[in-house]
Structures are given as C-alpha cells and as structure tokens.
C-alpha cells in the first residue's frame, strides 16, 4: 500500500488484512468477501479498492510464508546434496500450504497468460527463489534435465495440497502423495 494514502486508508488495508487472515485461516481460499468486509467494519467496495481480486487478497494473506519459503531455499542453495536440498524444500513447500489455508490457491496458475506467474507475485517469487535449487540438481545430474520447470513442480505441490485438504488428515496424506510423486511408480531395485 503507497506510503502517501491517508492515515483511515492505512488503517482500513491493516484491518481488512488482519481479518482476512482468521477468515482464510478459517475458511480457505474461498472465505467470503463480504464477510471480511463486515468482520473489518468496511463496505465490500473498501475491500474491492484495497485487493481488486480474490487473488490479491489472497497473497496479500500469504506474503509473509511466502518470504519465509523464499528465505528457506536461499539457505538450502549451497547444500551439499543438491537433490536432497530441492526435494527438503518442496517438502517445505507442501507442508506450509497444507497448514496454511489459502496458499496453495494462491500459489496455484490462474491461467492469466501464457507464463504461470503472470500477475500472480506469490509464484514469481517462489519460483525464482527456487530456480536455483532446480537448476543445480539438473547440473548435478540429482534431477532429470527433460525440461522439468519450478513452475511444473509448483503445479504438483498445489495438486497434491488441493487434493487432499478434505481428508481427515491433510498433511499425512500430501506427504505421501509428494513422496510418491518423488518417486515414481517404478519398484525400488
């Protein structure tokens, strides 16, 4: 929010945010607008101005584990196992969207163009916080080099969470999903 909006502006961004915080950790990515707009003491148009789209909300919401994803692959970037770190992180990543309601879908493509962070700055900064990652363990030869993307495994990892966020036990079971998409369908040598 610009710096030079008027001190009840600021105020109204700081509480809508606050309460959309509790509605989509409560709710999901489909907490109503309306809603939040009563819970923060606003009309639905002081929302609409201040997050245009659900989707901006939505980030907004998401923003600070969004960072907190970004800082954890810029720490696991020099590990020695390089596939091993990619993998910590994407293990990271499905864990945090399933407990945080609200960021698979905000890291999910919205289909708004041909590159799948278009207009979606959650996954722009997660997959260029990834690209290192990836891009080592394809050196390493750790990870096969067939023009796997971070968008493609973003992709997975929102599936994976989308899927299974109405089983009785959500993380467990996208845990397994991921570990299974890791590795493969082939039998173990």
Known sequence: MPDGQRADARRNHARILAVAEQEVAAHGADASL????RTAGV????????????RAL??????????????????L????????ALLEWLG???????????????LAYDGAGSDPAHGN???????????PLLRRAVRDG?????????ADLITLVV?????????????????????????GLAPRP
Do not use: K, M, N, W
């Open 159 to 183: 599936g994976i969470v989308l899927a299974t966020e109405h089983y009785p036990d959500p993380a467990a079971q996208a845990d397994r999903l991921f570990r299974l998409a890791v590795a």
């Open 77 to 84: 970037a020099d590990a020695s196992d390089s596939r091993g």
């Open 43 to 54: 009309g639905s148009a002081t929302v609409r101005r201040h997050f245009p789209t659900r």
């Open 142 to 150: 750790a990870v096969a080099a067939d023009g796997v993307t971070v």
């Open 92 to 106: 990271e990543v499905v864990a945090y969207s399933v407990a945080a309601r609200g960021l698979a879908a905000a």
């Open 121 to 131: 700055s959650c996954s722009a900064a997660v997959e260029e916080a990834a690209e």
């Open 34 to 37: 309306e809603q939040i707009a």
């Open 58 to 75: 939505l980030e907004a919401v998401s923003r600070q584990r969004i960072d907190a994803l970004c800082a954890r692959a810029h720490d």
